[in-house]
């Protein structure tokens, strides 16, 4: 049973360019969230889809976007890279049914802005 | 989500008992107690998860008293590997909706030889 895949492991980019990372969710899972881990610091909630929609959005500009796909896959974008950007950028699954929410975490992917 | 407080850093040595505390003082009555656990530069692992008295499964036990104002992750007999921080979250029982988790800085576990 194939766990929270991301993709790429890492990326080094440049001031004001664009980035697209990728997550596929565990098996069986229907609902993708996007943190953000600047070193030193707990992961920062993004956004969370299901149905394909952006249902939650935490305090992250207009920026960050994301899509989810029709196999629960999603991915997250990044535009006008700053330095600041620069983070681990995790990807967490998790069943929408589910009593209690429990999200599984992706290996993550290596963000270096320059 | 309720605010959690956790003590920053604690030390160990192989073989030995971890407990480490989680304050929540402002837990709501629907929401649940999770632990996660974090190596260097990997995403964050589900470790436990409970409402109230005690959960164990093969990692760890969770301890929740009455109030549960508090809970207390248990880690038996600690190697060198469970080196890592560990995050306290409190988050709603959810009737199919999502769901953020909210983040500390949490507990980073030193387990020396």
């Known amino acids: 049973d194939a766990g929270v895949t991301q993709s790429p492991t890492h990326l080094i980019k440049t001031r004001g360019q664009q980035v697209t990372l990728r997550c596929s969710p565990k098996s069986g899972h229907d609902t993708v969230s996007w943190y953000q881990q600047a070193l030193g610091q707990g992961p920062q909630f993004i956004f969370q889809?299901?149905?394909?929609?952006?249902?939650q959005r935490g305090n992250f500009p207009d920026r960050f976007s994301g899509h989810q796909f029709p196999n629960y896959s999603s991915e997250l974008n990044v535009n006008a890279l700053l330095l600041g950007d620069s983070a681990l950028y995790l990807c967490?699954?998790?069943?929408?049914?589910?009593?209690?929410?429990?999200?599984?975490f992706g290996p993550g992917t290596r963000l270096t802005v320059l | 989500l309720a605010k959690t407080t956790q003590p920053i850093s604690m030390d160990s040595y192989e073989g030995q008992e971890v407990n480490i505390t989680c304050s929540h003082n402002?837990?709501?009555?629907?929401?649940?107690i999770t632990w996660y656990q974090q190596f260097p530069s990997q995403g964050p692992r589900f470790i436990i998860q409970?409402?109230?008295t005690k959960v164990t499964n093969e990692v760890a036990s969770l301890f929740i008293p009455a109030d549960r104002k508090s809970s207390t992750l248990s880690l038996p007999r600690v190697s060198l590997s469970d080196t890592a921080v560990y995050y306290c979250l409190v988050g709603a029982i959810l009737t199919g909706g999502g769901n953020k988790l909210t983040f500390g800085t949490g507990t980073q576990l030193k387990v020396e030889l």
């Open positions: 889809y299901y149905e394909e929609e952006e249902r």
């Open positions: 409970g409402y109230k």
């Open positions: 402002n837990i709501a009555t629907n929401d649940y």
């Open positions: 967490a699954s998790s069943l929408r049914l589910a009593r209690a929410d429990t999200q599984y």
